[in-house]
């Protein structure tokens, strides 16, 4: 029990420890994606608050209709908007919820690694290493959502691991199919990018073993639970992309945020102490250099465990290098400057293959060597995750101090452009910098800060046609930042949203709220058709108001059978989280029962 105990306590020590700045100074970070994913963590805890749920966001995003929950990681949002509720004050929350993700991501490398028949040692400073990278540990500096996924991805290796070895058994089946869902939770796209991992050790598997079909059932096992377990991240969105026509993500040329794995040792990409995210990139590019070094030298020595993850790490460092031609790729397929903009995406996967692949290597090489070359690989490991814990909590606390500074305004902590923020007064007194926000960080009134900033995010409305062309962040602001505080809004029950506003005379306005194709909306009670109504180029409605007071009422309507796979999508992950929870305590139950009677 002792030994199991143990790298919890220092998994939980050092995430505090890198948490440490955020802590003792009571201020937050939050970097580009931070508000946006703050503001839907804040929609799920009111909906959770006053039980009043719907595929609308009824009080974010400036209560304009927009459909943003329901396509981005609803189970997994839900869960920490319990989590916001329980912290009480967002600086609270943002404390916690770095630590969870941080110790998810450790114990998670850890778990694998014993797995993988690594040891103690070895396993856990693994465990520290992935715990700072920067898949991991960006979500401290500019609150990455993939991150969160990504700390779960190491579990994508024990499926790995039980193709190769055969191991096709009902709890082995459902490990796969958790370890693609929970990165289908995370992160939709990154989900998409990691699943071909899993090609090779199943066609490795299929050909090694005598019971074909067994393989063959333990897959469709797995598909089966992993899409019941997916239904509320995807129907959402195939049904709103069916029926609308949705504003794409931002385009961004790929060429200008290639980071290249590969350049170790360079004064840009080495800064030891705060300069970067995290050191522990450039431990990440010697190990797949060293691991396929190993694999190519000693192809007969490694097992093909270790050759899959190495080999797969690389990859995915290969491709998210400037070793790809990006510019001719995206010259030729120009949809990728909507869809992976960041040719990192690659790269991040691959810190979880290589991590565990290349000691892996190494272990399988020298396991007929004297002790004494493994007692130096565990010192070199625990050191390497020392120097990345130390230069990590460093870079945390160059941001912390940054925005204690009374002269960073809110755009610069958030590394945002200036024209797509709008600062509202908060208790009367303007908003500029990080000084003026600090009371809301701490304020157990949870909507003062999402009401304070409003940030510009047009993904995914519905409009009538997509112009390439179009600026529409420029839209949205112009649109909705600067129209929105003109008219009251509120929430009623059955997921209600209620727009009102006077007019002087009877005219035609633009309403700054969205209607998708099963939006009902109600103009002064009467019945508006969704599909007749006059758009601006990002959607918003123009509508007839009469003179005096207005009202229009916004309910998104989906079917009973889409409802209710939600509601069944939702259960299936209550049901395999207590699976798994009972099967853990029957084994220990069976070895507490063995060691008795022996």
Known sequence: MKKNIQPIIIFFIIAIFISSPIILNKTPVLGVDGYFHYGRIYEAAMQIKHANFSILNLYSFQQSGRVVNALYSPFLTYLLGI????????????????????????????????????????????????????????????????????????????????????????????????????????????????????????????????????????????????????????????????????????????????????????????????????FTDNILAILVILGITIVILYWKNVSNLSKVLTLSGFTYFFLGSNLMPWPTIQHHVPVILNFLQFSFRFTVLGDAFVLIGAPLAVNELIKNLPDTFKRTTELLLVMLSITSVINLAVSVSDNVISNYRKTTTVAQSAAINPKDLRLNPMDGHPVNTTTDLRAAWSNRDLSQLINTVDRTTPDYLPITKINNNEDYYGLYTEHVLEKHSSFNKDVRSHGILHISWIQNKTHRIEVPDFIYKNTSAYLNGKKLNATHISKTPIGTINLNGIKGKNSLTLQYKASNIFNLMIIVSDLSWLILICYFIFMNMLVRSDKKLSQSIS
């Open 83 to 278: 989590l916001l509720l329980i912290s009480g004050s967002w600086l609270r929350f943002q404390v916690v919820l770095n630590i969870l993700v941080l110790f998810i991501a450790g114990i998670s490398t850890y778990y694998v690694s014993k797995r993988v028949h690594l040891s103690e040692k070895v396993s856990i400073a693994l465990g520290i290493i992935y715990l700072t990278s920067n898949a991991v540990a960006s979500f401290l500096i500019v609150t990455g959502w993939r991150s969160i996924g990504l700390a779960f991805l190491p579990l994508m290796i024990l499926p790995i691991f039980d193709m190769l070895q055969g191991n096709l058994k009902l709890k082995n089946s459902l490990i796969l199919a958790l370890a693609v869902s929970l990165q289908v939770q995370g992160h939709l796209l990154s989900a998409a990018f990691a699943i071909p991992v899993l090609i090779a050790p199943f066609i490795i598997g299929f050909i090694q073993t005598h019971n074909k079909w067994l393989m063959v059932r333990y897959l469709i096992m797995a598909i089966i639970t992993s899409v019941i377990l997916c239904l509320n991240s995807i129907l959402p969105y195939l049904q709103l992309s069916k029926h609308n026509i949705l504003v794409p993500p931002t385009k961004i040329d790929v060429t200008n945020a290639i980071f290249n794995p590969f350049n170790v040792f360079t004064n840009n990409d080495i800064p030891f102490f705060g300069n970067r995210v995290s």
